[in-house]
């Protein structure tokens, strides 16, 4: 069981720098959630895909985000002219069976 | 839409002591109610969830969790604490409908005293 993998664990970037994160989800899992955590709050949906379709998006989701699951797989979430206030933990899930799995999170660090 | 409200921030407890940590939830349809733990530096994981049946659901590591539909809330208790338990829990909600996404709440950190 490989379980939701993501990369990179831990991002540091100057304000204005583009930046990309990878989401490995558990295979055959269709469905595909990112969550954005900040300190002292609970995660907070950004966007999900039902195999490729990117179905919904949040209001958090700014025209600097923007995120693809090509071949109904991987799903990448890049950030363009990062800004300090998306320093934050980015977190991936895929869904079966009534329940969300979790990977680490890939932590972002906007100096 | 639905919302999650956990009342405490913060909960410090006894070692061995019991524990409840709360949750009420707000949605205009009916919902599916979890709580996930998630320990320091780790992702989060899923502690129990209800979907349908009986009332009183039982979780990973001792915890259990109630369902109340006419006070919405979904309180999560455990017996007797342990140190290993210091973390940070979240109640989540979604909608039977559809493919809503989970909703979270700020999440309760629940330290153990030894």
């Known amino acids: 069981d490989t379980g939701v993998s993501q990369n990179p664990r831990h991002k540091i970037t100057k304000r204005g720098q583009n930046v990309t994160f990878r989401c490995d989800p558990i295979s055959e899992h269709n469905r595909l959630y990112w969550y954005r955590q900040t300190l002292g709050q609970g995660p907070e949906f950004l966007t999900y895909f039902q195999n490729e379709a990117q179905l919904e998006k949040s209001r958090l989701l700014s025209d600097r985000f923007s995120a693809e699951r090509p071949k109904g797989s991987f799903s990448t979430l890049e950030i363009q002219r990062t800004e300090q206030g998306d320093s934050a933990m980015y977190l991936c899930?895929?869904?079966?069976?009534?329940?969300?799995?979790f990977g680490e999170g890939s932590r972002l660090t906007v100096l | 839409a639905q919302s999650v409200t956990q009342l405490d921030s913060q909960v410090p407890v006894f070692e061995e002591a019991p524990v409840e940590l709360r949750c009420n939830y707000s949605s205009s349809v009916s919902v599916y109610l979890f709580w996930y733990v998630q320990y320091p530096n780790q992702g989060l994981q899923l502690l129990l969830k209800?979907?349908?049946?009986?009332?009183l659901v039982k979780g990973i590591n001792g915890f259990e969790a109630e369902f109340n539909k006419s006070q919405t809330s979904f309180h999560l208790r455990k017996p007797s604490v342990h140190i290993s338990d210091t973390a940070e829990y979240f109640c989540?909600?979604?909608?039977?409908?559809?493919?809503?996404?989970?909703?979270f709440g700020k999440g309760t950190r629940l330290s153990v005293i030894a």
């Open positions: 209800y979907l349908s049946g009986s009332t």
């Open positions: 899930a895929s869904w079966s069976s009534g329940e969300l799995f």
């Open positions: 989540a909600v979604r909608g039977l409908s559809g493919n809503t996404p989970l909703v």
